[in-house]
């Protein structure tokens, strides 16, 4: 049963000087049809992860402080352990972005799957929405799904395990799954609402 996600603060202008430049691209084709979502690598973030690292800023440099104040210093340069998620519906002059950031400090599992390795994690959802330079920011928390240690070029079998993203026009939300060992796990169905009603 999808289930409708409530934000934990209001819309608020994004605090920091991050321009969507990086997303701008055409427009989102079909964008009612299930995707997979994008995972990014932060620890080391390039210039095409600015919008990602804006607007985990905050948690990032929480995490770091973290890593640092139990002795913990293998992460002198970048950032501790932190990737992220996240699907990206573009409209007109209007990007939305949906983000769930995986940090060590912020995330909870909640379904496992031993046999493949793999875990699904609570974790702090954002959703931004830029028209033109200006931009609000709002968050929650989102299903984060987390394959375990494996070689570097591993992907999960998106028939057993995925998580994915649409958007509904009408809605104006983005709807989220998750399916792990081919079954949905129903924590993780929801839907998000780009604008507070």
């Known amino acids: 049963m999808r289930k ?10 994004i605090g920091f000087s991050v321009r969507a430049t990086a997303l701008e691209l ?18 080391i973030p390039g210039p095409l992860d600015a919008p990602f690292t804006g607007i985990w800023a905050d948690m ?3 995490n770091n402080r973290r890593y640092t104040s139990v002795g913990d210093t293998r992460y002198a340069v970048g950032n501790a352990p932190a990737r992220e998620a996240h699907f990206v519906v573009r409209g007109g002059d209007r990007i939305a972005m949906l ?26 959802l954002r959703v931004a929405v ?24 591993f992907t999960p ?17 983005i ?3 998750v399916i ?7 924590k993780c169905s929801q839907i998000v609402p780009l604008y507070e009603k």
């Not at 400090?105 to 609570?122: P, S």
């Not at 609000?136 to 928390?141: F, G």
């Not at 792990?180 to 129903?186: D, I, T, W």
């Open 99 to 124: 983000s769930v950031l995986n940090i060590a400090t912020a995330c909870k599992i909640i379904a496992t799957d031993a046999a493949a390795n793999i875990n699904v994690k609570m974790c702090p």
């Open 175 to 177: 709807n989220l799954g």
């Open 4 to 13: 409708l996600l409530i934000f934990l603060s209001v819309a608020a202008p």
């Open 180 to 186: 792990l060992a081919h079954k949905a796990v129903e």
């Open 157 to 173: 079998d998106p028939s057993y395990a995925v998580s994915y993203a649409s958007y509904d026009v009408a809605a104006k939300a």
């Open 26 to 43: 055409a427009l989102t084709a079909n964008p009612d049809k299930w995707r997979p979502v994008v995972y990014r690598d932060l620890q």
């Open 60 to 62: 990032i440099d929480q």
């Open 130 to 153: 830029w028209q033109g330079p200006q931009g609000t920011v709002r968050q929650a928390r989102g299903c984060y799904l987390e394959p375990g240690a494996q070689p570097g070029n």
